[in-house]
């Protein structure tokens, strides 16, 4: 079975410096999709970033980006010039099909504090 | 329309009222989720329904029971809940080039 593991419950960062929060992911599957989610505290999951297994380019949407190491199955999110509004719980996601239908692993989560 | 909507945005129930949560989405999808999620906990998968059928059921007490009266509707009637059953209840509809999970802001439910 799929597991997703966030190693950080809690990170912190100053406005406008860059962090990064780590996200390791077990399968024996060759496709599949992974996903970083924020959740702010108004309790909305809302998608930062997806990625494809297939592809080895790094996904990266404005100021998000991920390093995406298929082989040491690692999928970290960069946040960069880090804004108040950044401040979530952010899970990571693996994305499978079971039963025939599509499923969501999620791992613990990291709270993401954002200090001015 | 990419949006999910969830009403209400907030309940409070007693453990014999009935109450029912709402799910609406517009985007065309035909697989609509419940999940629930306790207080810095992840999502927990409810229900799947598939192009309106239950498909999946996760072993989910029976004073939650889920309706899906059409393909943009998706309902979940509570009846005798616990205050343990306390929780944010998300709705979830599937679809898009990746077949990405499109979550709804949510319903906070006490059960008192």
């Known amino acids: 079975a799929q597991t997703v593991t966030q190693s950080q419950p809690e990170m912190s960062v100053q406005e406008a410096e860059t962090v990064t929060l780590s996200c390791t992911y077990d399968t024996s599957e060759s496709d599949y999709y992974l996903f970083w989610y924020k959740q702010p505290p108004s309790r909305q999951m809302i998608l930062v970033i997806r990625?494809?297994?297939?592809?080895?380019q790094n996904a990266t949407e404005n100021r998000f980006s991920v390093n995406f190491q298929k082989a040491a199955k690692s999928f970290s999110l960069k946040i960069s010039d880090s804004q108040l509004g950044d401040a979530a719980m952010y899970f990571c996601?693996?994305?499978?099909?079971?039963?025939?239908?599509?499923?969501?692993?999620f791992g613990a989560g990291t709270r993401l504090a954002v200090h001015p | 329309d990419t949006e999910v909507t969830q009403t209400p945005k907030h309940l409070v129930m007693g453990m014999t009222n009935k109450k029912s949560l709402k799910c609406e989405q517009h985007?065309?999808?035909?697989?609509m989720y419940w999940y629930k999620q306790k207080a810095k906990k992840p999502p927990e998968l409810m229900f799947v329904y598939s192009y309106e059928k239950l498909s999946i059921n996760e072993s989910v007490p029976s004073r939650f029971s889920p309706e899906c009266p059409n393909s943009s509707l998706l309902n979940l009637h509570l009846h005798a809940l616990q205050p343990e059953d306390s929780a944010l209840y998300l709705c979830?509809?599937?679809?898009?080039?990746?077949?990405?999970?499109?979550f709804g802001p949510g319903t906070r439910l006490t059960v008192l």
């Open positions: 990625q494809e297994a297939y592809k080895q």
């Open positions: 996601a693996y994305r499978t099909i079971s039963g025939g239908y599509n499923k969501l692993i």
């Open positions: 979830a509809s599937i679809g898009g080039r990746a077949n990405e999970q499109f």
């Open positions: 985007m065309g999808h035909r697989a």
